[in-house]
């Protein structure tokens, strides 16, 4: 951006996917594709985006569609593992064994980043954030059903190589190198 | 009715009931699990997938497009909005002591504080004191004065 742009331009730039977005979902519900429907769509993105304004997302984020694609997989994948895996281990005579708490230390330094990572550790096997510390970047999880040591160091791996499909698929070049520079494997 | 008709009839009441009965173990866990964090668990997991698969199921059922969209829409928010009110839960547990630390075999984001919880079970009312009140009074106090 060389040419000075007006404020109101700038937050408009910021606020374009969450625009696009909200016509999206304003098309998605009329269940039908118009004019009518798309630009009452754009009316109403409008005047919630003036009426609700949400402070802009920091960080250049961008969409890479092969590690996308792997971190999409990878998530389905885990999603329907940890669906029958907790089912199983609510029918089963035994119950559940004892749980625990670790936290681990991420390498990004992203908002989005880390909201991606927390959102989909959520859904993954095993884990449950209960807290992100955003200054010193660790993330605390609760871990279900764990029996030994090997099983916490086996979920502080699942985390990070998560953390790295995340990265790779939306991250800014300099975050990515960032995940290289501290030893972020290509797994 | 053709033979492609009733394998797609199949396939949705396959995914259908596969769907509810994760919705049940959700429930059923919330009651068989010992605490608020370990119930949170099932209350995520087993409920967002169940979900899906019940809008699968419809999506495959249901004639036209305009339904489809509506269930894909539902499934979005689904996955958006579980892990963040599991997340706001469990945290507001953890930090009024609703852990069962019995059953933890770890607790890291614990590890370094001098009070701990001996007699707290993890099903103590919501406003239960500190059970150590001296103790944690000088450990806030430690903790102003580091800020």
Known sequence: ?187 | MSALEMVRDAVAIVLLLLGTFLCLTAGLGLVRFPDVLTRMHAGTKPQVLGVLLIMVGAAIRLQGWSATWMLLLVAVFQMLTAPVSAHMISRVAYRRRHVRRDRLMVDELNSGGGVRDRVYQGDEPADAPPEQPGAALAKSREEDEAR
């Open chain 1, 1 to 187: 951006m060389s040419e000075p742009v007006s404020p109101a331009a700038h937050r408009l730039r910021h606020q374009l996917p969450l625009l696009v977005w909200l016509v999206l979902v304003w098309n998605l519900l009329w269940g039908t594709w118009s004019w009518a429907n798309l630009i009452s769509g754009a009316a109403v993105a409008l005047g919630v985006t003036l009426l609700l304004p949400l402070p802009p997302v920091v960080g250049g984020s961008r969409v890479r569609p092969l590690p996308t694609l792997r971190f999409v997989g990878h998530f389905v994948a885990d999603l329907v593992r940890s669906g029958a895996l907790v089912a199983w281990q609510t029918v089963r005579p035994s119950g559940i064994d004892r749980s625990a708490i670790i936290t681990v230390q991420l390498r990004t330094d992203s908002d989005l980043l880390l909201t991606i990572l927390a959102e989909s550790l959520t859904l993954v096997p095993g884990s449950m954030v209960i807290d992100l510390d955003r200054e010193r970047r660790t993330i605390s999880l609760h871990v279900l059903h764990v029996r030994d040591e090997a099983d916490l160091e086996r979920q502080r791996a699942a985390v990070l190589a998560e953390e790295n499909r995340v990265v790779r698929a939306f991250g800014s070049p300099e975050e990515v190198a960032a995940l290289d520079a501290a030893g972020g494997r290509t797994a």
